[in-house]
């Protein structure tokens, strides 16, 4: 199996504060990886890390082949990104988001018309390409800026809760897009605080309190607390 994530010993301090506490865990090429833990556990700081926007304190961290201390600008090529709080700009159009991202990427506008097209078609989305983003549902915010975040189609796409604030239905949809993504090639990195989304994942990390206290797929975690869903196995481990 191929590594595309590789972390040993990532720590990184606030102050005396250890928000990620010797995190060690690989990602396996093209899976669906899971990354849990409570409120505060340190999730996004880690993520933010991986993703070359901000700098560890100490360990080793490799992106898609590249170092996290001297390649940024090369893991930043090579990734997608998506979080709850930013992803697209609510005062530009739908067409105008497609077209903000594939320039910031340096796609072709041929291959970005051609590519949006389709996308818009996959989605459904053909009649809104010239509404504002603000004016629309949630569910369609977080599928475009899902499909905006691989538009480049990186190696791997990081996504930091990408469904805050929907329902189960509409979670279940926006699921198809992300094992879309997988069957091409591509590797998710996902945190989520919803459990049903935990069991879609082929492996999960639980962290509690900066440090990774579990690792395994659903299935391996489930058998090992002795719990008949993710949840239960989540409240074990999550304080
Ligand atoms: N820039 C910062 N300066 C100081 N403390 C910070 C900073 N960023 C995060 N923290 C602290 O680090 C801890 C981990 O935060 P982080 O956002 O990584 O948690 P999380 O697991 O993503 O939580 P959530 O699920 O709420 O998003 C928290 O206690 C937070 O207050």
């Known amino acids: 199996m191929e ?11 606030f102050g005396n504060f250890m ?12 899976e669906i990886f899971g990354f849990l833990g409570a409120n505060g556990a340190g999730k996004t700081t880690a993520i933010r890390i991986l993703c070359g926007l ?24 090579n990734i997608g990104y998506m979080s709850q709080k930013f992803s697209l700009y609510e005062d530009l159009t739908v067409s105008e988001n497609i077209q903000l991202y594939a320039g910031i990427y340096g796609i072709s506008a041929k291959k970005r018309k051609e590519k949006e097209a389709e996308l818009l078609k996959k989605l459904g989305m053909g009649e ?29 796409v990081f996504l930091d ?4 604030g929907v ?9 198809d897009l992300i094992y879309e993504a997988a069957n091409n090639g591509i590797t998710v990195f996902v945190t989520t605080h919803y459990m049903d989304e935990a069991e879609y994942c082929d492996r999960v990390s639980i962290m509690d309190a900066g440090k990774i206290e579990a690792l395994d797929t659903p299935a391996k975690l ?7 869903n993710m949840d239960e196995v989540f409240l074990q481990i999550a304080r």
Not at 3 to 13: E, F, H, S, Y
Not at 19 to 26: E, Q, S
């Open 3 to 13: 590594t595309i994530i590789a972390v040993k010993n990532l720590v990184k301090k």
């Open 19 to 30: 928000a990620n506490d010797h995190l060690t865990f690989d990602v396996h090429k093209g």
């Open 54 to 77: 901000s700098s560890p304190t100490s360990g080793d961290v490799n992106v898609a082949g590249f170092d996290i201390y001297r390649e940024t600008e090369k893991i930043k090529k």
């Open 128 to 156: 809104a390409r010239g509404k504002l983003i603000a004016g629309l549902p949630l569910g369609w915010k977080q599928k475009l800026a899902f499909s905006v975040a691989i538009f480049h189609d990186p190696k791997i």
């Open 161 to 164: 809760e990408p469904t805050g």
């Open 167 to 175: 329902d189960p239905v509409t979670r279940r949809k926006f699921w």
């Open 222 to 228: 489930k058998e090992k607390y002795q719990a008949s």
